[in-house]
């Protein structure tokens, strides 16, 4: 060591007061080292870290005063002094850390042993010379007190410097608040900070930077997701705070703290991608386009973009860079590249899934920091796009780290399936603000600091923006001594009352050219560019943003943001401002010069800034341009898929054409409108939009021949889909007649349309049905002849549902199998969703449940992807209806655990979704257990008086349920109000309050009351009055029962109602009824042992559809329409008795009735059959099996599924009676 620091220069030797920035590190680990190694071993490995150490310090001309054990010691700005001492002092700090870990590697790989290096910093005055012995330069005084002290705080692997060295290098380097730390011999704690890294750019602003305060359990919920990041977990961290609450500060310093902390260490330095979303010039992806493009270093204006994007994506380890290139080079609009097919969201899947893979091969080389910010600024599309890849992510080294404003008008996070975590940053407390001034100025009087602290609230940008407007006023100044003096009295200061005002305030303060200047860039947006500043206000403006950025309102904007601006301002806040000052007819001309500025200055690269110049023209007040410029960004946003932008575009644009009097634009922009509006699943407001244009067209010309193509297009959504016209088949007819004689895409829609009319009509016949066949036929004949494959797929779909309605599943299956390829190569989700759900109804039918399962699955999984919840759902039933006939119990619930996936919020649902949860407490309440309803569905409930009282009915309290249902009851119809009534009396006593004498009788009242009005009576048989006394009554009363009798009846009581029933029966037929030949009739006895015979699993199965059986009647008369209402009867009717026996399949009706029944029975109906058909089609089998079902579940009702297999009401009847007999 002696010859590294006789290097040291040595001036005279006599003592001297000093400033000098003091340096100690220490390395932790070196009593394990000391008991692990031979003396001799330790010296040599001690002594090489030492020496690189040392080294480090005199690259910087750092003075080694001295080695003590594990320490060193080094001094800066004594013998010889620098400038920038107290830099060069950290830096040497950073190159000390980077060197010892390497050393600690290597110890760890060799003796596992974990190595350290903690260093202390502290600025201030020496007694520098011959301190100690003649010939001996050192220094002494507090300032190496505590310096030393202040490394022992240090944790391994830190930099602490103290206040007096932040305050001289805050410029150059950035920190992080430590907080106070207690020193012995001390008679105050000092306050610490920890070095983040250097930064980048240094400032070039004022003098002023305040320290991170208040925000490091914030700091180590980022630090510990970035661990594990680092580690392969993907993690998603949102940060939500009001305006200035320190979201980008927090941000920037974590930034710094993680990039520093690896940079030069190790390899997998985190890269940074970083995107400010703003409020003005919104491209849609932009947030990914453009940080994506500095990664891959492409400049999407070259003419060999596309070319070379495959060796770019090559170099990230790309996996067939070629396959995936064009569909980027779309995405990035690169120049030359075609623009995508807007009706194709497979283009959409393929586009996401590309710019996952990029991101995802930009993680797997170094973990991945992505940082988007004010979120709530974020176009539709940019946010799909992201929580796309938060949901597909999970094993990847990225974090993902969001900021946006807290409260209304900010995005609702989606569910995903990484880590993800949300951080509400909460307003500093007084003291915590106080100490950001505190930190600024080495003295402020209390009386000023108090001032400014009451009006913060917390706010830590207020705090940084109230100490520059005092020195920007000159209240506040610095001293000969470079000291912060105070030159007016604290009483006379004023501070503004809002964040708002304390930005005027400084705004209000600049140069009269700088002032302009500000204002100017505030109309161009949050990013501005030099050469649209410079061709806007001229060189004069441009010049004067270097004052902006010495204010610290402006500064440079990130390297992935400049292809939209050279510069941002720093806080969204201070552009709002700045553009509120402005006069309106002020605002106007600039919009306007701006506008100017843009189209002379972009050239061929205008194409990417469509919707700022539709902006700014629009505001300008140039109609005509805005309109131009609006049609091409909404032409851009529909054929990138970003429909919400291109809905909000086409609507500016529409109302622009029509001021200017441009009809045939506007009616163009209506169909953009109503196309966009079908994509997007909002049916009835893309039938409005058709309406508006055939009203236009109508008005102007009715012989136009686009007046045919509109009502075209409305019967299709009215008809296929789900839109609502009140004369659809006078629609239909005369968009026919306008097209009569032609052969041409008009037609086919409306043939199609005229066939699907059927399934709206309220009682369909089969001669509906073959019209419809044949209508739909001819459609198909037209679209092959014109090579319309999206037509054919449509036609297909028409005559496939016919066969499908008509009985003939075969040839539906046929159909649908031929209109799969077609649906695939049309890249339409909606169209290929349906074909799987229709070749999977047809496959149930058919009894090929794999195959149904098959099919269904890749229709749910299809709908997921693309957010389509109605089909899915369809899809999804078709999965578990299949899962549960191929036996496949546990693949039944796994299918129906992702109900939540597919539940309905739309108003088309919303009275289903009631009565589905209107159900689920019914059930639950009788179960005896309490229901937990959330707020949403609560509010959704008691928004009528009947919800209402079932919500109260579910907390338990009986009188208010009693009185809702009571005030509900008299408005009703008279056969409903007794129903209600009853039922709900008997739930509220249910839940827990006392049961009076009648509740039995009420209950069977209300129940035969529904049974009576329920639209498929006509094919029951006369209700069995035995049938509400049915239940077993309690324990004590079941032992009582004499051996044989029914529950609840006396014996002999059956035998007469079911004779009676009997002979209804006959009287029944000998009035016209069918006359139903009686097969002979399964003895009790047989019933119940063979149902001990059947395997359980089997019974639940067949018991589940056997509930419905009875309605089946309508298939064996041709009457199909009849299913819909008497299967809900019937459902609701027996669902208790399942959920009693089996509460493990107590998911299954709580889940099918939260769905519409248009969804539910059409799926069920086949599935039925499939039951039976796979029995055989033996039907005195099919007979015995329902029986037996009926007698293993305790359901008398299933009875009359025997009645329609046999086709005898009356051998129903007295198997019924016979079961009611028969010893529990």
């Known amino acids: 060591m002696p010859d590294l620091v006789s290097e040291t220069p040595t001036p005279t030797q006599h003592q001297e007061r000093r400033l000098v920035t003091v340096l100690f590190a220490d390395f932790v680990g070196f009593t394990s080292l000391a008991e692990d190694l031979d003396p001799e071993e330790l010296q040599m490995l001690v002594s090489g870290i030492f020496e690189d150490l040392a080294e480090e310090a005199l690259r910087y001309d750092g003075t080694i005063e001295k080695f003590i054990g594990d320490a060193i010691f080094v001094i800066f700005g004594a013998p010889i002094a620098h400038e920038d001492d107290p830099q060069r002092a950290l830096r040497c700090a950073i190159g000390m850390q980077k060197v010892f870990a390497e050393h600690a590697a290597r110890v760890k790989a060799q003796l596992g042993i974990e190595l350290g290096l903690r260093i202390g910093i502290h600025s201030g005055m020496v007694v520098a010379g011959a301190v100690r012995a003649p010939a001996e330069y050192g220094v002494m005084g507090d300032t190496v007190n505590t310096a030393s002290r202040l490394q022992q705080a240090a944790a391994p692997g830190e930099i602490y410097v103290t206040q007096a060295t932040f305050r001289l290098t805050n410029r150059e380097f950035s920190f992080r608040e430590v907080g106070p730390i207690e020193m012995k011999g001390k008679d105050r704690p000092i306050l610490a900070y920890a070095l983040s890294g250097e930064r980048t750019t240094p400032r070039t602003s004022i ?128 120049a030359g590249a075609t623009e995508p097919p807007s009706d194709s969201e497979e283009w959409k899947r393929s586009m996401f899934i590309s710019v996952y893979d990029v991101i995802a091969s930009l993680a797997r080389e170094r973990p991945l920091l992505y940082v988007l910010e004010d979120l709530h600024f974020a176009d539709s599309a940019s946010l799909e796009l992201l929580w796309f890849v938060a949901s597909r992510a999970s094993r990847v080294p990225i974090l993902l780290l969001l900021a946006q404003r807290a409260g209304p008008g900010s995005p609702e996070p989606r569910p995903v399936r990484t880590n993800f975590s949300q951080l509400v940053l909460e307003p500093l407390s007084d003291e915590e603000a106080a100490r950001i001034i505190d930190a600024t100025f080495d003295w402020i009087p209390d009386e000023l600091r108090n001032k400014i602290v009451a009006r913060a609230g917390g706010n830590p940008f207020f705090v940084e923006e109230s100490i520059r407007s005092l020195v920007e006023s000159g209240a506040v100044a610095k001293d000969e001594k470079g000291e912060w003096q105070l030159r007016e009295r604290p009483a006379a200061l004023e501070v503004p009352a809002t964040l708002h005002g304390v930005v ?118 140039v109609p005509d341009k805005a309109a131009e410029y609006s049609w091409k960004a909404a032409e851009r946003a529909t054929a990138i898929h970003a429909h919400v932008e291109a809905l909000q575009l086409a609507e500016q644009s529409l109302e622009l054409y029509e001021k200017l009097d441009r009809f045939n634009d506007a009616i163009k922009a209506l169909f953009l409108i109503a196309r966009v509006r079908r994509y997007r699943g909002e049916n009835d407001a893309a039938l409005s939009a058709y309406e508006r244009a055939l009203a236009m067209l109508e008005d102007r010309d009715p012989k136009n021949p686009e007046v045919g193509n509109v009502i075209a297009h409305m019967a299709e959504l009215c008809t296929r889909w789900d839109a609502k016209h009140p004369d659809l088949e006078g629609l239909v007819a005369r968009g026919l007649a306008i097209v009569n004689g032609q052969r041409s895409r008009q037609k086919v829609l409306l043939l199609a349309a005229k066939s699907f009319l059927a399934r709206k009509r309220p009682k369909p016949t089969d001669a509906d049905w073959e019209e419809a066949l044949a209508t739909a036929k001819e459609a198909l004949s037209i ?40 649906a695939k190569s049309l890249q339409d989700s909606d169209e290929l969703i349906d074909t799987h759900n229709m070749i999977a109804v047809s496959a149930l039918v058919l009894g090929d449940f794999h195959e149904a399962i098959e099919h269904a699955t890749a229709g749910r999984d299809l709908a997921l992807e693309t957010e389509k919840p109605r089909l899915g759902a369809v899809s999804l039933q078709m999965e578990t209806l299949g899962r549960l006939l191929a036996g496949d119990f546990a693949g039944v619930l796994a299918s129906a655990a992702r109900r939540e996936q597919f539940l309905p919020t739309g108003k088309v649902h919303e009275p289903h979704r009631h009565r589905g949860v209107r159900f689920r ?216 008795f399942i959920a009693d026996r089996f509460p493990d399949l107590s998911w299954y009706p709580y889940w099918y009735l939260g769905f519409p ?9 086949p599935a039925v059959v499939a039951v039976l058909g796979k029995i055989g089609g033996d039907i005195p089998q099919a007979y015995r099996i329902v029986a037996a079902t009926g007698y293993a579940l305790g359901l008398p009702a299933l009875f009359l599924a025997a009645r329609e297999l046999t086709g005898s009401r009356r051998a129903a009847l007295l198997s019924a009676g016979a079961f009611l007999l028969l010893p529990s």
């Open 783 to 822: 679209a092959e002849e014109l090579g319309l494959l999206r037509e054919v797929s449509l036609c297909l779909d028409a005559v496939g549902y016919a066969y499908g309605e008509l009985g003939n599943f075969r040839a539906s299956y046929a159909h649908n199998q031929r209109r799969l390829p077609i």
């Open 921 to 1136: 407490v019914r059930v639950l309440r009788h179960q005896g257990k309490r229901v937990e309803l959330s707020r949403d569905t609560k509010r959704r409930l008691s928004q009528g008086t009947r919800g209402s009282g079932l919500v109260r009915t579910a907390r338990g309290p009986r009188r208010g349920a009693l009185a809702d249902r009571r005030s509900a009851v008299r408005r009703a119809h008279r056969g409903r109000r007794r129903a209600d009534r009853t039922r709900s009396r008997a739930r509220a006593f249910d839940s827990g309050g006392r049961r009076p004498r009648d509740a039995a009788r009420r209950a069977r009242e209300g129940r035969e009351a529904r049974f009576r009005r329920d639209p498929g009576v006509r094919h029951a048989p006369p209700r069995l009055r035995a049938r509400g006394r049915a239940r077993r009554p309690r324990a004590r009363s079941r032992s009582a029962r004499p051996r044989g009798a029914s529950p609840g009846v006396r014996r002999g009581q059956s035998d007469r109602r079911a004779s009676r029933s009997g002979r209804t029966s006959q009287r029944g037929r000998a009035s016209g009824g069918r006359d139903l030949s009686a097969p002979p009739i399964l003895p009790p006895i047989e019933t119940r042992s063979f149902a001990r015979r059947l395997p359980i699993d089997f019974l639940v199965v067949v018991g589940l559809f056997a509930l419905q059986a009875w309605a089946i009647a309508p298939l064996f008369t041709g009457e199909f329409t009849q299913f819909r209402g008497s299967i809900e009867a019937t459902f609701i009717a027996n669902a208790r």
């Open 504 to 621: 005027a305030a400084r705004i209000d303060r600049l140069a009269p050219t700088a002032k302009e200047t500000i204002q100017l860039a505030s109309v161009i947006g949050q990013r501005f560019g030099d050469r649209v500043l410079r061709e806007a206000g001229g060189p004069r403006i441009a010049d004067s943003v270097d004052d902006l950025i010495a204010a610290d309102l402006i500064l440079e904007a990130a390297p992935g943001e400049r292809r939209e601006g050279r510069y941002r301002f720093k806080h969204a806040v201070v552009q709002e401002v700045a553009y509120n000052t402005l006069l309106v007819r002020r605002r106007i001309e600039l919009h306007r010069r701006v506008a100017v500025a843009y189209e002379t200055v972009l050239g061929e690269g205008i194409r990417d800034f469509l919707p700022a110049l539709a902006h700014h023209y629009l505001l300008g007040d």
């Open 1157 to 1165: 029944f248009e969804l539910f029975y059409t799926p069920l109906l």
């Open 207 to 334: 003098d002023i930077q305040a320290p991170l305060v208040g925000r490091w359990m914030e700091l180590s919920r980022l630090d510990l997701a970035f661990q594990s990041a680092r580690v392969g977990r993907t993690e998603v961290v949102l940060i939500a705070g009001e305006p200035g609450i320190g979201k980008s500060r927090l941000l920037t310093e974590f930034i710094g703290l993680a990039t520093s902390a690896e940079d030069g260490v190790r390899s997998d330095a985190p890269r940074v991608l970083r995107w400010t979303f703003s409020r003005v010039n919104q491209r849609s992806y932009a947030g990914f386009i453009e940080p994506l493009l500095v990664e891959l270093r492409i400049d999407p204006n070259d003419p060999e973009a596309s070319a070379k994007l495959p060796d770019k994506l090559r170099e990230l380890n790309f996996a067939n860079p070629e396959l995936v290139a064009p569909t980027l080079a779309q995405f990035f609009h690169f």
